[in-house]
């Protein structure tokens, strides 16, 4: 079974440019996850969504990221524009179902790290 | 809201010698605990998990936690650190209801020849 795949594995971009990070889930998997992983800190949850709706975006900064996950397969996660704090690994996560209070187990992708300069 | 506690961010532990991650919450419900491990350059594979039941949780790779309500803890060992164990160690937790994990800072283990 093909895990969680993202891409770019590594980015470097200027302050104030823009980026974007593709995540592909385990295939089936409704639910789909974004976590940022800042230096020395565990992964903090951006947003999360059921099938191609958000069920939770409280900690996604959203006057400078958006995501979305048409069609409830592959997600994007776009920032713009990028500042210096935003230099982190960006994990996507993906589970079976995610709904009404169950714990699916989460499989993780490899993350893409952001350098913002 | 609920957190989770970590403490010592890097561990170093001699090879053959029992490996011990401390994890502990803060929660007024009833929580779901998880131990993950991160290898460098790749995602995060899950340990092992309590939700309900026995408190005693094996894993994968030789290591086990125990949920320990009184104190709040669910500490993960292993009696023996091979030198496949050095990775980066996160405990985490989630609550009935929503599947959303909030993680601690991580262990580093080393682990020493």
Known sequence: EA??????????????????????????????????????????????????????????????????????????????????????????????????????????????????? | AQSVTQLGSHVSVSEGALVLLRCNYSSSVPPYLFWYVQYPNQGLQLLLKYTTGATLVKGINGFEAEFKKSETSFHLTKPSAHMSDAAEYFCAVSFYGNNRLAFGKGNQVVVIP
Do not use: M
């Open chain 1, 3 to 117: 895990g969680v795949a993202q891409s770019p594995r590594y980015k470097i971009i200027e302050k104030r440019q823009s980026v974007a990070f593709w995540c592909n889930p385990i295939s089936g998997h409704a639910t789909l996850y974004w976590y940022q992983q800042i230096l020395g800190q565990g992964p903090k949850l951006l947003i999360q969504f059921q099938n191609n709706g958000v069920v939770d975006d409280s900690q996604l900064p959203k006057d400078r990221f958006s995501a979305e996950r048409l069609k409830g397969v592959d997600s994007t996660l776009k920032i713009q524009p990028a500042k210096l704090e935003d230099s982190a690994v960006y994990l996507c996560a993906s589970s079976l179902t995610g709904a009404g209070g169950q714990t699916d187990t989460q499989y993780f992708g490899p993350g893409t790290r952001l350098t913002v300069l």
